[in-house]
């Protein structure tokens, strides 16, 4: 099941900018009700130094916009991925790279209860690592399922999976050979329910198998890490 992001390109063609008078912002968009319509992902400044957090609505603006990261521009944080539930009300998941101590780690938030979640980390250990360009997926139930690669001191990258319990992501999942250098993962789920993680390698792209073999019901305190297994499937460039 190939997953719908929410494009930068896309919702920028929705704005109207002298109206809303905002450059750089995440924002969801809620109706007269407070319920969410869609998400708003609008960068400022020139191609090549394009900035996204910086929330700069004028007086004027549509108190309808709730901006997700104010003051991400001057944390140093990177660009978001964002993708809406398949499942109904349809609430949007943002991920992205904030800076933590010397590293860059992974922090998400939700659209839920009429506001965004507090903006929180996706593995709670504070790794030495780089943890960079997540993508995100969702199972047939609507679970959100991460993906992203991580750069240790060496200079060699790993990708990582976790799945979303209750209130936080299960404890990530080394996903490529730890000899290999692995990097800017994508990911999809299939009609058959299989995680496909695709990521480059030095001898090309790689399709990664994963399959969870949940349990009836997961809670925050079921980690369903040992009940993972992998099918690694080389593709080659062109057939990707």
Known sequence: MKMRYLSIA???????????????????????????VMTHVL???????????????GRGA???????????????DL??????????????????????????????SRWIQGTWSPIQWVDLK?????????????????????VWWSLDESGRGRIWI???????WMEPFAVSDPLVDARL???????????DVDFDTPDGRVSQMVMFSEPVTITDDINP???????GLPVPMQEH
Do not use: C
């Open 79 to 108: 660009w978001p991925t964002v993708a809406e539930s398949p499942r109904a009300p349809y609430h949007p998941w943002v991920m992205w790279s904030r800076p933590d101590g010397d590293n860059q780690r992974l922090a998400w």
């Open 62 to 76: 549509a108190r309808s916009f709730v901006a997700l990261n104010p003051d991400g521009d001057i944390h140093g």
């Open 10 to 36: 896309t919702f920028s063609l929705l704005l109207l900018l002298p109206v809303l008078e905002a450059r750089a912002e995440v924002s969801a968009r809620t109706d007269r009700q407070g319920s969410y």
């Open 43 to 57: 960068p400022s400044g020139p191609s090549s130094n394009a900035q996204i957090w910086a929330s700069r609505r």
């Open 162 to 168: 976790s799945v979303f319990l209750v209130t936080r």
């Open 126 to 146: 504070q790794q030495p690592v780089d943890q960079l360009d997540p993508g995100i997926a969702f199972n047939d139930d609507g679970r959100p399922l991460a």
């Open 225 to 231: 890490q040992g009940r993972i297994w992998l099918k």
């Open 185 to 195: 993962p994508e990911i999809n789920v299939t009609p058959q329910g299989y995680i």
